[in-house]
DNA sequence: GTCGTTGTCTTGAATCATTCAGGTTAAGCG
DNA sequence: CGCTTAACCTGAATGATTCAAGACAACGAC
């Protein structure tokens, strides 16, 4: 089982997705992939970092069509700007650390998709789930 | 089971908890706990509704203070303001929905404290868990 | 290869929730 | 009945995100 499941590659993904190839997104889109739950100030200066200058709207906008296409995941800790990852399509979960906001994946080990269904849907149709846990991470928890 | 487990009254919780009794915080506790996940603009007005005038600030800090107290839990799904409750101590979980926000609560059914623990904590002093349910409610998924 | 459509990118301003600052009031203990 | 300090007030600032409107360029059609 592959990490992720990335076809062809980035610039056929976009094509597939609806979505114009341009230096820009691709750039993006490998650097969502190449970081960990980075923020949109990261990308940004990482893209920067690359191709010279891009414009904060141009990433939050691709960062919105990559979302509405399943090709990252946005999350958004309480408290702390939105943050985006790669990894997309598996259930997999979140470590935030209440001190110093580091996330950390963690899989859902409850079966295949486990948590993926409340008890009671209480008549919603239920598309997501969205587990977060807190706590202290192993640098921050020294001091207590 | 009591819902959530009030003690003699608002006034000694609050006392209690190490928190002065005052008319604007004991409606800003009594509004929580008679809402349903209110923001705090909510709170705020229906606050004014009984008092005359309270301020923003006094309500953020009430709030803050709260839930530092455990009084009242913080929710805060992705792309809305926070939310509090009055509910808090058991572990429960939210539905929420992607049209018009509202949030339902679901009791966790997969034994007493379910969802609790992460698969592998990752060297993490795990403390909360975080679980929202994304989707449509009754009302909103008609025109689906 | 050229053209046209429209998705993408740019600059600049605006919005919204929340927090910070400093000073005033009043809860509750001695 | 005072004192200490939590609570509250007004007013301003911050920070993430979005809106607006025009310029540019990807890519399918011709």
């Known amino acids: 089982m592959k ?3 990335h076809p062809p590659n980035p610039a056929s993904e976009l094509r597939s997705a609806g979505l114009r190839v341009t230096a820009a997104r691709l750039a993006i889109l490998e650097t969502v992939r190449g970081g960990n739950h980075l923020d949109v100030e990261t990308v940004t200066s990482r893209v920067r970092g690359r191709l ?3 414009s904060f709207q141009a990433v939050y906008e691709a960062l919105h069509a990559f979302t509405a296409a399943g090709l ?3 999350i958004e ?3 702390s700007p939105a943050r985006f990852e790669g990894r997309v399509g598996d259930n997999h ?3 935030v650390c209440r001190v110093c906001g580091r996330v950390t994946d963690v899989n859902c080990t409850v079966g295949e998709a486990p948590c993926l269904e409340p008890a009671d849907d209480a008549g919603y149709l239920v598309d997501e789930a969205d587990v977060t846990f807190w ?3 192993p640098d921050c928890r020294q001091g207590s």
């Open 52 to 54: 010279g200058h891009v």
């Open 135 to 137: 706590g202290f991470c």
């Open 93 to 95: 979960h979140h470590l």
């Open 3 to 5: 990490d992720t499941d």
């Open 77 to 79: 800790p309480a408290g």
């Open 72 to 74: 990252v995941r946005r």
